[in-house]
């Protein structure tokens, strides 16, 4: 058990509606970084908060967002669902933002996009 | 930019042989390396890491791998399978991003299956 938890585990929805993805991260970890995983894509990272603001973006489309907290959690918004939406999400939590940060994952929401 | 290349999608090998998961990675800046492992159904591991001390690291489980600048490569070793080591392994890079971010990109994974 890493510690970070992600809520729900899994989620069938249907296109064109929104979801929210919820992470606890590591008691004492500053840090939460969105990963999405699909078979064809592998894994992507979306995007990075450290300590309550967006420190890095990666692959992510306008129609998802997230946020970080006061107290750490985070969310990530996914809007206008399409079935290449569905995937795993993961969420990962280190305690700074530097470069040798280990990282620890999450188990991932399941997301199906019917 | 820096982009990260499993060489294998699938390694076989017999539970007791040595494992080799091969990573070649390219970077603009002095990368951090690091192997991360997924068993089914589950989230990602963290095996090993390389940030620019010794060459050759050692992690969890007997794992260890070697960074090779010369090659740009990050190849993950094993002396001796066991059959619990059957699952996805990730070769990741981290450098500089824009604003001093650090943006991970991992590779598309190798499947490691273990034979009794």
């Known amino acids: 058990d890493s510690g970070v938890t992600q809520t729900p585990k899994h989620l069938i929805t249907a296109t064109g509606q929104r979801v929210t993805l919820r992470c606890s991260p590591r008691?004492?970890?500053?840090?939460v970084y969105w990963y999405q995983q699909s078979l064809d894509q592998g894994l992507q990272f979306l995007i990075q908060?450290?300590?309550?603001?967006?420190?890095a973006k990666g692959n992510i489309l306008e129609r998802f967002s997230a946020q970080q907290f006061p107290d750490l959690h985070s969310e990530l918004n996914l809007s206008s669902l399409e079935l290449g939406d569905s995937a795993l999400y993961f969420c990962?939590?280190?305690?700074?933002?530097?470069?040798?940060?280990?990282?620890?994952f999450g188990p991932g929401t399941r997301l199906l996009v019917l | 930019a820096q982009s990260v290349t499993q060489l294998d999608s699938h390694v076989s090998v017999s539970e007791g042989t040595p494992v080799l998961l091969r990573c070649n990675y390219s970077s603009s800046y002095s990368p951090s390396l690091f192997w991360y492992v997924q068993h089914p159904n589950k989230g990602l591991q963290l095996l090993l890491k390389?940030?620019?001390?010794?060459?050759l690291v050692k992690g969890i489980n007997g794992f260890e791998a070697e960074f090779k600048k010369s090659e740009t490569s990050f190849h993950l070793t094993k002396p001796s399978a066991h059959m619990s080591d059957a699952a996805e392994y990730f070769c990741?890079?981290?450098?500089?991003?824009?604003?001093?971010?650090?943006?991970?990109?991992f590779g598309r994974g190798t499947s490691l299956i273990v034979h009794p």
């Open positions: 990962a939590s280190s305690v700074e933002a530097r470069n040798q940060e280990t990282q620890y």
């Open positions: 908060y450290y300590n309550g603001e967006e420190r």
């Open positions: 990741v890079v981290k450098g500089s991003g824009a604003g001093g971010s650090y943006i991970p990109t």
């Open positions: 008691s004492g970890d500053l840090s």
């Open positions: 390389y940030t620019s001390a010794a060459t």
